[in-house]
């Protein structure tokens, strides 16, 4: 599992609050990403790191942000959460050209 | 452009029966195939690389550059198979993954 935890596990919210979910590495792996699950749409990026203060755009990144300050911590922040915002988030993780790591997923409900 | 197409959202097969998950990919420079397994409300597992040419739990893959094609197969399917699996194309720029949709699989004993 490489070590990848993601916080918290399950969470409710409403809409238009923020919402920040975490993860965390203890492998020292370099490359971090963020996706979302959707039945039909499979795993969508939504941003990734490749470095501390290094990270770029994925696929659907409109409405979330991320920060990396830590080699081992990725944050995924909803400034303002909606309903479409309603996925099964997965964190992952990359030592270099080789294959990712997945987190156990955060459920995130926007109601 | 980077794509990954797996045309089978759902797969039903008797136990026993081989079974065949299709994946294409769209790639203009050497493509890492992958694919990840998800059992029910975990996380994704690594399952194969083509680059290994391994096979784990009786699973094989092989890459066809002619046909950019990735198949997943197994001769015998078992109950224990029944999962989500991704395919997934890794580029040699960007360190980006490109996911397949998902096949659903279901192994009815």
């Known amino acids: 599992d490489a070590g990848i935890t993601q916080s918290p596990r399950h969470k409710v919210t409403e809409t238009g609050t923020p919402v920040t979910l975490r993860c965390h590495q203890t492998e020292n792996h370099r490359y971090m990403y963020w996706y979302r699950q959707d039945p039909g749409h499979g795993l969508r990026l939504i941003h990734y790191?490749?470095?501390?203060?290094?990270?770029d755009k994925g696929e659907v990144s409109d409405g979330y942000s991320v920060s990396r300050s830590k080699t081992e911590d990725f944050l995924l922040t909803l400034e303002s959460a909606t309903s479409s915002q309603t996925s099964v988030y997965f964190c992952?993780?990359?030592?270099?050209?080789?294959?990712?790591?997945f987190g156990p997923g955060t459920r995130l409900t926007v109601l | 452009a980077q794509r990954v197409t797996q045309p089978e959202k759902l797969l039903s097969v008797f136990k026993g029966a081989p079974v065949e998950l299709k994946c294409n990919y769209s790639y203009s420079g050497s493509p890492e195939l992958f694919w990840y397994v998800q059992y029910s409300r975990q996380r994704l597992q690594l399952l194969l690389r083509?680059?290994s040419r391994e096979s784990i739990k009786g699973f094989t893959a092989d890459l066809n550059k002619g046909e950019t094609s990735f198949h997943l197969k197994k001769p015998f399917a078992q109950e224990e198979d029944s999962a989500m699996y991704y395919c997934a194309l890794g580029t040699t720029t960007g360190n980006q993954f490109y996911f397949g949709t998902g096949t659903s699989l279901t192994v009815i004993p």
């Open positions: 083509h680059i």
């Open positions: 790191s490749y470095g501390v203060k290094d990270t």
């Open positions: 992952a993780t990359q030592p270099g050209t080789d294959t990712q790591y």
